[in-house]
């Protein structure tokens, strides 16, 4: 209690259990404060006339119920202390306290102090989530002039700067894509003619497939199928290659 000397309001809420003590417990409170000392019952303790925020001191000589936490908490100034006494050994009022929006409870003996936060109840602050945005020239700057960087000509071989060529390329004037027209005239309908007479049939007429995936394409075969790189087919259709895939790459 010498703890609270030099505080300027004080509510002492009493309940049924000390009324015959009463006066002389706010008497030796305000003895002890050097103020005078308003007093309040725990059961009008909702219909007080007190306004918000007007005390820095809430003395109760029991717990309260937890349906009066709320409105002591309004009562008490920001920062104010709530004091309370005979509080039972196996009680868990310290954790009901912080779920009712009290800070730093204090346990001493049989007796427990808590405070208000040092905000109103119902207050609010701005805040700026703005970001500054960043420049760009220093995000992207190289501290170390001597910082070793890679020549992009070195990515190429001589093999990708060689030009493809131009015959690979023909496409037909009149479908603008690598198929011929019904009249061609400009050797494009030959060139695809000798290309279909250069694949090699693949006989698959005793493919056997025990996964049952090796007929539908590489998207379903499995790593070690001997049909891999083959395109989807029918069993006992012939699968026609060009004769340059049939040749080792080594």
């Given at each position: 209690m010498e703890n609270f000397k030099g505080l300027k309001s004080c509510l002492y809420i009493w309940s049924q259990d000390d009324s015959k003590i009463l006066e002389e417990n706010v008497n030796k409170l305000s003895d002890i404060i050097g103020t005078k000392t308003a007093v309040e019952n725990i059961d009008r303790?909702?219909?007080?006339?007190?306004?918000?925020?007007?005390?820095?001191?809430?003395?109760?000589?029991?717990?309260?119920?937890?349906?009066s936490y709320e409105v002591i908490l309004k009562l008490l100034k920001p920062g104010g202390k709530l004091f309370l006494q005979n509080v039972p050994e196996t009680s868990n009022v310290a954790?009901?306290?912080?779920?009712?929006?009290?800070?730093?409870?204090?346990?001493?003996?049989?007796?427990?102090?808590?405070?208000?936060?040092n905000y109103e109840v119902g207050?609010?602050?701005?805040?700026?989530?703005?970001?500054?945005?960043?420049d760009v020239a220093a995000v992207w700057?190289?501290?170390?002039?001597?910082?070793?960087?890679?020549?992009p000509d070195e990515l190429l071989d001589e093999e990708d700067k060689v030009l493809p060529d131009p015959e690979s390329l023909r496409v037909c004037g009149t479908t603008g894509k690598k198929k011929a027209c019904k009249n061609c005239s400009c050797g494009l309908a030959e060139e695809l003619e000798a290309e279909k007479k250069n694949k090699t049939p693949v006989d698959t007429a005793n493919a056997k497939s025990s996964c049952g995936s090796c007929y539908l394409g590489d998207?379903?075969?499995?790593?070690?199928?001997?049909?891999?790189?083959?395109?989807?087919?029918k069993p006992g259709e012939k699968v026609e290659l060009a004769g340059n895939l049939l040749k080792s790459d080594i």
């Open positions: 303790l909702s219909q007080t006339a007190h306004p918000n925020s007007s005390f820095e001191l809430v003395f109760l000589s029991s717990v309260p119920p937890t349906t954790a009901e306290l912080k779920l009712q929006g009290f800070v730093n409870p204090s346990v001493s003996e049989n007796s427990i102090t808590s405070e208000k936060p207050s609010s602050v701005k805040l700026s989530f703005a970001k500054k945005t960043p700057k190289i501290d170390n002039d001597e910082e070793e960087t890679i020549d998207a379903f075969r499995c790593s070690t199928c001997p049909y891999l790189g083959m395109p989807a087919f």
